[in-house]
Structure formats: structure tokens, C-alpha cells
């Protein structure tokens, strides 16, 4: 095997080095792109409550097709890497984390 030949296996993907795109830091959804699910993560305390409120509110003003689920199960919680909650995940991207978002802010993370 050549030294410049690259070795394939399980360690060499875990340190290749990451392809950047243009639009990696990007909190808005691609115009035309279609939300599907929306999580609201938190143990259900009053500030996880309030932004499940919110985002149920902007949903149904919008009249949006989106399956709106909240994510209770601190097992799962932790899945997505957050130390805060309330945490807002469109479609397995967490979008608003540690706060209770505004509307308009709902309204951005979900590209509306």
C-alpha cells in the first residue's frame, strides 16, 4: 500500500477532514423547503410550556402542516446535545435553544 493512498476504515472517517459548505451556520429553512416536524424539548417546567404555546400558536396562524410533538424523556433530551432547555428542533436541526422564543423567532427558524 502506498503511503499517499488513503486508509479507509471506521477511524479514518472519524478524523477526515470535514467538507464546509457556504450555508453551514444557517438558521433559515431553504426557500420552498417544507417543514415537517417541529419538537419542543423540555422536562415541563412553565418556560417549556410557554414555548410550546407559542409554537402551536404559530403553526395554527399560519395554517402550517407540521406534526408538532413535545419531547419530555430526558434521555431523549440529551440526544440532541442541549444543556438548556426550552430547546425548539425543526426537522432534527436544533434551531432555539435556553430561552422561550418570540413568534417572529419561531417564524424564522421555521423559514416562514
Known amino acids: 500500500m502506498d503511503k499517499k493512498?488513503?486508509?479507509k476504515g471506521f477511524w479514518s472517517t472519524l478524523f477526515a477532514p470535514k467538507k464546509k459548505s457556504c450555508c453551514c451556520?444557517?438558521?433559515?429553512?431553504a426557500l420552498g423547503a417544507k417543514v415537517n416536524?417541529?419538537?419542543v424539548l423540555g422536562p415541563g417546567c412553565a418556560k417549556c410550556k410557554e414555548?410550546?404555546?407559542v409554537v402551536e400558536r404559530v403553526i395554527s396562524e399560519?395554517?402550517?402542516?407540521?406534526?408538532?410533538?413535545?419531547?419530555?424523556?430526558i434521555v431523549e433530551?440529551?440526544?440532541?446535545?442541549i444543556m438548556t432547555t426550552p430547546a425548539v428542533?425543526?426537522?432534527g436541526t436544533v434551531k432555539i435553544k435556553g430561552h422561550v422564543p418570540?413568534?417572529?423567532?419561531?417564524k424564522r427558524a421555521l423559514g416562514i
Open 5 to 7: 493512498e488513503s486508509k
Open 37 to 39: 416536524e417541529v419538537l
Open 25 to 29: 451556520n444557517s438558521n433559515i429553512t
Open 51 to 53: 414555548t410550546y404555546k
Open 102 to 106: 418570540s413568534a417572529d423567532e419561531v
Open 77 to 81: 433530551i440529551m440526544s440532541y446535545n
Open 62 to 73: 399560519n395554517n402550517l402542516d407540521v406534526k408538532l410533538l413535545k419531547i419530555e424523556d
Open 89 to 91: 428542533v425543526v426537522d
